[in-house]
Nanobody, 117 residues
């Protein structure tokens, strides 16, 4: 199983980034997907969640209206579009897959997002 995030980087306040999570080795549409962020010394926190079929997505209130989550089950990838970025969202962002009918889960290695002028 492979879960690989990409798209992180350094961006100025007000800028945008799109994170992508490419998955392989699992029946992708049988897994819910989510993005989480983590800063040093803190717990990993949920940012956005989307069901296996892509019909239901949830964004946490702190970034609702600025972040958009989508998935492409034909290409086995999940994307997090991040707009109007501010330094508060600086963190390592991780992609997670969680089996819809099992307790199986997989994490990616994370991608760093830094918002700074």
């Amino acid at each position: 199983v492979s879960v690989v995030e990409s798209g992180g980087g350094l961006v100025e306040p007000g800028g945008s980034l799109t994170l992508t999570c490419k998955c392989s080795g699992v029946p992708f549409d049988e897994y819910h997907a989510s993005w989480h962020c983590q800063t040093p010394g803190k717990e990993r926190e949920l940012v956005a969640f989307i069901t296996g079929d892509g019909n239901n997505a949830r964004i946490v209130d702190a970034v609702k209206g600025r972040f958009t989550l989508s998935r492409d089950n034909d290409r086995d990838l999940v994307s997090l579009e991040m707009n109007s970025l501010n330094p508060n969202v600086t963190a390592v962002y991780y992609c997670n897959l969680q089996g819809m009918s099992s307790n199986t889960g997989f994490w990616g290695q994370g991608t760093q997002v830094t918002v700074s002028s």
